[in-house]
């Protein structure tokens, strides 16, 4: 069984960078073929993709948040990592870590964590 827990603070300052970790247990992030994305659902809007490491570590982000976002990995601890730059309260959203089949499927959800972006 697959799971995928994601860690980090919740509470953020305005202009600082959010860094979240996602911890995969049950399979390895190397695997052929499948992609580990981050997504977001800010509060009463829906969910929104932000990009995904691929099993062969490239990195693909949605064209509006590419500027501040960096998808990284470490395979020995079989985990990835979301930063995002320079945030806003527009940012204040809960955050899911998920495993993509194909880069075109979501199979497997992090239980995700609220991040507030506030002084």
């Known amino acids: 069984q697959v799971q995928l827990q994601e860690s980090g603070p919740g509470l953020v300052k305005p202009s600082q960078t959010l860094s979240l970790t996602c911890t995969v247990s049950?399979?390895?992030?190397?695997?052929?073929?499948?992609?580990w994305s981050w997504i977001r659902q800010p509060p009463g809007k829906g969910l929104e993709w932000i990009g995904y490491i691929a099993y062969v570590g490239i990195t693909y982000y949605m064209p509006s948040l590419k500027s501040r976002t960096s998808i990284s990995r470490d395979t020995s601890k079989n985990h990835f990592t979301l930063q995002l730059s320079s945030v806003t309260p527009e940012d204040t959203a809960v955050y899911y870590c998920v495993r993509t089949p194909g880069a075109v499927q979501y199979d497997y959800w992090g239980q995700g964590t609220q991040v507030t972006v506030s002084s």
């Open positions: 049950g399979g390895s992030i190397t695997t052929n073929n499948y992609y």
